[in-house]
């Protein structure tokens, strides 16, 4: 069973910073693509970037140029560095590893799934 156990959302006002990272732990972490998701209210959730198992990053065209993934296989961890935010960042960002051989942007690719964390951008 793979947990995933994300941390560092928290309220920041439009054009601020936050680093989300997600903890993973289970299985040979670096043989595998990570990926970010977020969900707002009353929205569905959506893809945000995503990171293969040899660091190629993949980026939602909404957060282009704002947002960095990158991953640490000794660490097994993943973050999501968000610069810029704007109050349509706001969700709750969800760390999600992908099934073996794998690396996309569409959610059902996705197998494992932390418990999501909390980003709320003021303006």
């Known amino acids: 069973q793979v947990q995933l156990v994300e941390s560092g959302g928290g309220l920041v006002q439009a054009g601020g910073s936050l680093r989300l990272s997600c903890a993973a732990d289970?299985?040979?972490?670096?043989?595998?693509?990570m990926g970010w998701f977020r969900q707002a209210p009353g929205k569905e959730r959506e893809f945000v970037a995503a990171i293969s198992w040899s660091g190629d990053p993949m980026y939602a065209d909404s957060v282009k140029g704002r947002f960095t993934i990158s991953r640490d296989n000794a660490e097994n961890t993943v973050d999501l560095e968000m610069n810029s935010l704007k109050p349509e960042d706001t969700a709750v960002y969800y760390c999600?590893?992908?099934?073996?051989?794998?690396?996309?942007?569409?959610?059902?690719?996705?197998?494992?799934w932390g418990q999501g964390t909390q980003v709320t951008v003021s303006s």
């Open positions: 999600a590893a992908a099934a073996a051989g794998i690396f996309s942007g569409y959610e059902y690719d996705y197998v494992h």
């Open positions: 289970g299985r040979t972490f670096s043989n595998y693509a």
